[in-house]
Every structure is written in structure tokens, then in C-alpha cells.
């Protein structure tokens, strides 16, 4: 089993920034994607941006060039740095882990961009 729980939503203004984290527990090994998804009322879930844990990165074309994930494989937490946020990009964002047959969701977290 694998927990993630996510941290870091909130409120932000146009043009501003937020960092998300989520932190991962449980029985992990090599080999697994990390990403983080979002979610808006009616809508499906998407894809925002994904990282292997041997270092490869992908990203919506909505968010390129404005949002950035790492992860610190020690600490077993992946984040999501949000730069020019804009209010299309309000949503929940949730932080799944992929291994294989393996998949895990976070609880969830705010994201709201309004002025």
C-alpha cells in the first residue's frame, strides 16, 4: 500500500505562484511515475505533469514554460512549483503514484487563482 498526502493549496492572485507538495509513505520501489493531476466540476481529470524516477519530466502544453516538478527521491516527495498562475488553472490537484499495476491517489488540494 501507498499513502500520498498532498499540501501547499491555497489562494493566490493572478500571476502569482504556489508550490504543492506531496509527500509519499509506504511500500515504494524504482522504478515509478510520480504526477500531478487536476480537476475542475464537470470536467475529466488531467494530466499536468509527470516525473519518472529515472529523471524524465512531461507537461500539459497548458502549463510548459510556468510549472515545474521535481521530486527529492530521499524524502520520498514529489512537488509542483506554479509560476504565472492564471485563473483557468483553479482546479483540485491531486498527486498520483504509478508503478506498474500499482495506482495511488492523494486526497486532494485546492488550487484557486482569483483576484
Known amino acids: 500500500q501507498v499513502q500520498l498526502v498532498e499540501s501547499g493549496g491555497g489562494l493566490v492572485q493572478p500571476g502569482g505562484s504556489l508550490r504543492l507538495s506531496c509527500a509519499v509513505s509506504?511500500?515504494?520501489?524504482?522504478?515509478?511515475?510520480m504526477g500531478w493531476h487536476r480537476q475542475v466540476p464537470g470536467k475529466q481529470r488531467e494530466l499536468v505533469a509527470s516525473s519518472h524516477s529515472g529523471g524524465r519530466t512531461a507537461y500539459a502544453d497548458s502549463v510548459k514554460d510556468r510549472f515545474t516538478i521535481s521530486r527529492d527521491n530521499a524524502k520520498n516527495t514529489v512537488y509542483l512549483q506554479m509560476n504565472s498562475l492564471k485563473p483557468e488553472d483553479t482546479a483540485v490537484y491531486y498527486c498520483?503514484?504509478?508503478?506498474?499495476?500499482?495506482?495511488?491517489w492523494g486526497q486532494g488540494t485546492q488550487v484557486t487563482v482569483s483576484s
Open positions: 509506504g511500500s515504494i520501489f524504482s522504478g515509478n511515475i
Open positions: 498520483n503514484f504509478l508503478q506498474g499495476v500499482r495506482n495511488f
